[in-house]
Nanobody
Framework: QLHLVESGGGLVQAGGSLRLSCAAS????????MAWFRRSPGEERVAAIT??????RYADSVTGRFTISRDNAKNTLYLQMNSLKPEDTAVYYC??????????????WGQGTQVTVSS
């Protein structure tokens, strides 16, 4: 019952920054745990956030550089990406889990947005 649409991807030089957004339509956004995944083509969960936004978790590869956040009043999830590296090049997806915490199963997925980092 949740539709997710990512935006904000693009081409950026190494060391630059991008902010991805994931707009959710549907009910109960604030009950879903949310996450950002990327595929390059291997899949990795890069960041996750609990339903209230009170706790976050990051992949080792992005810790200290990426920040996940959410604005439940706007039904929107964000991923701030700083100090980007060519290795960050991937299609980035947002995902939602009815579990609400740091989930192993995600029920809804966006279409993805391409991030390309040039050296």
């Amino acid at each position: 019952q949740l539709h997710l649409v990512e935006s904000g991807g693009g081409l950026v030089q190494a060391g630059g920054s991008l902010r991805l957004s994931c707009a959710a339509s549907g009910r109960f956004f604030d009950t879903y745990g949310m996450a950002w995944f990327r595929r390059s083509p291997g899949e990795e969960r890069v960041a996750a956030i609990t339903r209230s936004g009170d706790s976050t978790r990051y992949a080792d590869s992005v810790t200290g550089r990426f920040t996940i956040s959410r604005d439940n009043a706007k039904n929107t999830l964000y991923l701030q990406m700083n100090s980007l590296k060519p290795e960050d090049t991937a299609v980035y997806y947002c995902a939602a889990s009815a579990y609400g915490g740091f989930a192993s199963k995600y029920d809804y997925w966006g279409q993805g947005t391409q991030v390309t980092v040039s050296s």
